[in-house]
């Protein structure tokens, strides 16, 4: 008797994955507005490298801190609650921009960042375990990954809002120039600053209008109760001491912190790459950004369906060489094949933070719930690598015959090292 096929999403519950799908664009969206947006700040506000870097520390920072105290409320609530909450907290973090620009403040800036990302720690605690939990739990890596491939697809639409409508129309004046400017015109450059930031502030204040959108169609929305308890079946504590114990689960927290870590520094730096190696424009440098997001969803929508016939740990495992590789092609050769190679890393990620977050869960029932929060508080690498490279790009004088942004990608190669590791001990299990 032939076996009935199972599938990845059950008709009735199609239209719910569908609405929480759109999450995941949603936040991607954010992701990689805010990205280029660290070569910005620099330029406008005069600040190092590992002072403008502080955008993805207080931007990873939100999920650190929100996490744990997200995946708490789901538990005592429900999804829905989760997801409306974080919509509340991502628009009110956008619309912060309004003021920030208008004090002029940079550590404004920075708290707008933190508040939108502790809203994006909800959605994202709450949609990954909803979407696994959409179906059978042998499909359940394959609907996440299905789910996931639409978040670049955001990522793709902020980078380039990120080019078109905020690089594109900064004033062009470089760093020396505002420099030179400040010093016989302090009142003309503090105008051309709050232009920029006008600039910048723009697209966020519409961002914060389309997620009070999505907060609404939310609202008004029925999801299913999937999964989801009002009563735990053992206390938060418990689930604590067993996740702890749950040799995998601690390892694929690790790997994701990693993870986490290399993708922010590759689509970060990238602009400063280009810029200080081959001289480009910021704007000319985000479109190479944008054609690795390219490559990156291509080539989610690739290795989904080829996970119909390999393991998941045995790909991640060899795009984790495959980055490895590309990335000491940025570090050791010179002139566009260098840039070239960055841009190539995105073929290699674009698979490893569905995987890993399937791994991670696979099998652990309603402890999954607070185990995605650990899985959501690994995106702190995200928070304190982008400025430790920021740091490496303003003090490194190793070797003479490398510059101090190239040999800063030895952290993208460290990250690497560690996920191909995790992913050839996870293989053997």
């Not at 956008?94 to 550590?107: E, T, V």
């Not at 933190?114 to 939990?133: D, H, Q, R, W, Y």
């Not at 940025?330 to 933070?353: D, E, T």
């Not at 999954?368 to 982008?386: D, E, F, H, N, R």
């Amino acid at each position: 008797m032939k076996t009935p096929k199972i599938p990845v999403v059950p008709r009735s519950l199609i239209f719910p994955f569908i609405l929480v799908t759109s999450l995941f664009s949603l936040w991607g969206f954010a992701n990689d507005i805010t990205n280029p947006m660290v070569a910005a700040f620099k330029n406008i506000l005069l600040i190092t490298n590992f002072e403008s870097s502080l955008v993805q520390f207080a931007f990873y920072g939100g999920y650190c801190f929100m996490a744990i105290p997200a995946a708490i409320f789901i538990q005592k609530f429900d999804y829905k609650k989760g997801i409306l909450t974080g919509l509340a907290l991502y628009s009110a973090g956008c619309l912060l921009f309004i003021p920030a620009g208008n004090a002029m403040a940079f550590w404004v800036f920075l708290i707008a960042y933190f508040v939108m990302t502790c809203g994006l720690a909800f959605l994202e605690t709450t949609s990954n375990p909803f979407i696994l939990s959409m179906g059978a739990e042998e499909t359940s890596t394959r609907r996440l990954n299905l789910s996931q491939a639409f978040n670049p697809i955001g990522s793709l639409t902020g980078m380039l809002i990120a080019k078109e409508f905020i690089l594109a129309r900064l004033n062009p004046a470089t760093e020396a120039e505002r420099i030179a400017l400040g010093q016989s015109n302090p009142e003309a450059l503090s105008a051309l600053q709050q232009f920029d930031l006008d600039i910048v502030s723009g697209p966020y204040l519409l961002l914060g209008v389309v997620v009070l959108v999505f907060f609404v169609v939310f609202a008004i929305s029925r999801l299913p109760k999937v999964a989801v308890e009002k009563q735990l079946s053992s206390s938060t504590g418990a689930i604590v001491q067993r996740l702890l114990g749950n040799k995998l689960y601690v390892r694929s927290v690790i790997a994701q912190a990693f993870y986490v870590g290399v993708q922010i520094m590759v689509w970060t730096f990238i602009i400063q790459y280009a810029e200080k190696e081959l001289e480009m424009s910021k704007v000319t440098a985000q479109g190479y950004n944008m054609v690795a997001m390219v490559i990156f969803v291509t080539s989610r929508f690739i290795c989904t369906f080829l996970l119909k016939y390999f393991k998941p740990s045995v790909l991640l495992t060899n795009l984790a060489i495959g980055g490895a590789v590309f990335t000491a092609g940025a570090i050791f050769i010179h002139g566009m094949v260098g840039l070239y190679c960055i841009v190539a890393i995105s073929a290699c990620m674009s698979l490893m933070f569905p995987t890993i977050y399937g791994i991670a869960l696979k099998g652990l029932g309603d402890d999954a719930k607070l185990a995605s929060a650990g899985l959501i508080l690994a995106i702190g690498g995200g928070c304190l690598m982008p400025p430790l490279q920021g740091l490496l790009i303003d003090k490194a004088i190793w070797f003479d015959a490398l510059s101090s942004v190239r040999i800063s990608f030895v952290l993208p190669l460290i990250c690497f090292a560690v996920i191909a590791a995790f992913g050839r001990w996870t293989a053997r299990q």
